[in-house]
């Protein structure tokens, strides 16, 4: 595996259930990503982590829980969705989190919440 | 705050014809600029970066973009236009926002090519 892989590529839910969104880089960065890209809004930064801290939590719902147990994995832990949180949630990695940093993505899960 | 503003949400050209595809920023400090192309299904794929190391950036499969300063711009180019070139096209600026960096994008800009 190289780059950026995100687990599964596709989810439905219903709005009682409990998921888990699962993203992997194999590049050796330090700093991960989670983004929401809705249909007609541009793309928003959720949560992002550095050395398996995190460092932004950019107002997100309690609904939607992070976890990064080491630096090469990142989870999104998801309970009591809605149906307005159905999106392709984007995973992205760089090297630091420090600006000029490129970031890159994975393929993204999307995510239908019934 | 930093801020980028793409023209046009969606443009069609012809095949063969040149693509331009704009990207306006705000920036209070030298800004970090990207292009980001993502294909149907997919996530998003770096196209090219500015760094300030040159105005003239060239990118991936033909793609260049110009900084320029005196119009806080930061469009796209590619001389002649492929098929395979359809694709949502992203401007975005890297911002340091309290202990992280983030990229800000633009909406986005849809790109169809015809025959």
């Known amino acids: 595996e190289t780059g950026v892989t995100q687990t599964p590529r596709h989810l439905v839910m219903g709005m009682t259930n409990k998921k888990s969104l699962k993203c992997e880089q194999h590049?050796?960065?330090?700093?991960m990503y989670w983004y929401k890209q809705s249909a007609k809004k541009p793309l928003e930064l959720m949560f992002v982590y550095s050395l398996e801290e995190r460092v932004e939590n950019n107002s997100v719902p309690s609904r939607f829980s992070p976890e990064c147990p080491n630096s090469s994995h990142l989870f999104l832990h998801l309970h009591t969705l809605q149906p307005e949180d159905s999106a392709l949630y984007l995973c992205a990695s760089s090297q630091e989190s420090v600006r000029g940093d490129t970031q890159y993505f994975g393929p993204g899960t999307r995510l239908t919440v019934l | 705050a930093q801020s980028v503003t793409q023209l046009g949400s969606h443009v069609s050209v012809s095949e063969g014809a040149l693509v331009l595809l704009r990207c306006n920023y705000s920036?209070?400090?030298?800004?970090?600029l990207f292009w980001y192309v993502q294909y149907p299904n997919q996530g998003l794929q770096l196209l090219l970066k500015y760094t300030s190391a040159a105005t003239l950036v060239k990118g991936i499969n033909g793609f260049e973009a110009e900084f320029k300063k005196s119009e806080t711009s930061f469009h796209l180019t590619k001389p002649s236009a492929h098929m395979s070139d359809a694709a949502e096209y992203f401007c975005a600026v890297s911002v340091f926002h309290g202990t992280a960096s983030k990229l800000t994008f633009g909406t986005g800009t849809r790109l169809q090519v015809t025959l």
């Open positions: 590049l050796g960065h330090n700093a």
């Open positions: 920036s209070s400090v030298p800004p970090y």
